[in-house]
């Protein structure tokens, strides 16, 4: 079992950065892939960006080049930094984890731990 809790949302103006962060407990130590991924109001999930045990990132073509996914391995956490923030951005933001070894790390199906989200609003 994995719980995660994520944090650093909020409200931010457009052009602003955020740093968001993904706390993991429990069976850490088995976790193979993390993921965050946004739900805007009338939108489906999608994926942000997501990171393997190795270390391979992906991200969403809409975030690349203004978002870095890192993690600190000692403190179990995961980060999303994103700066250059758009209103587009506005959603809520979730973390996923998966113990199971899978290949496409942006499947968001693939996923058996999520955390409860945090709200990032970007105004214009």
């Known amino acids: 079992q994995v719980q995660l809790v994520e944090s650093g949302g909020g409200n931010v103006q457009a052009g602003g950065s955020l740093r968001l962060s993904c706390a993991a407990s429990?069976?850490?130590?088995?976790?193979?892939?993390t993921g965050w991924y946004r739900q805007a109001p009338g939108k489906q999930r999608e994926l942000v960006a997501a990171?393997?045990?190795?270390?391979?990132?992906s991200y969403a073509d809409s975030v690349r080049g203004r978002s870095t996914i890192s993690r600190d391995n000692g403190k179990k956490l995961v980060y999303l930094q994103m700066n250059s923030l758009k209103p587009e951005d506005t959603a809520v933001y979730y973390c996923?984890?998966?113990?199971?070894?899978?290949?496409?790390?942006?499947?968001?199906?693939?996923?058996?731990?999520w955390g409860q989200g945090t709200q990032v609003t970007v105004s214009s």
């Open positions: 996923a984890a998966e113990v199971k070894f899978f290949r496409d790390i942006t499947n968001l199906n693939k996923y058996d731990y």
């Open positions: 990171i393997n045990r190795s270390g391979t990132t």
């Open positions: 429990g069976s850490t130590n088995l976790i193979t892939a």
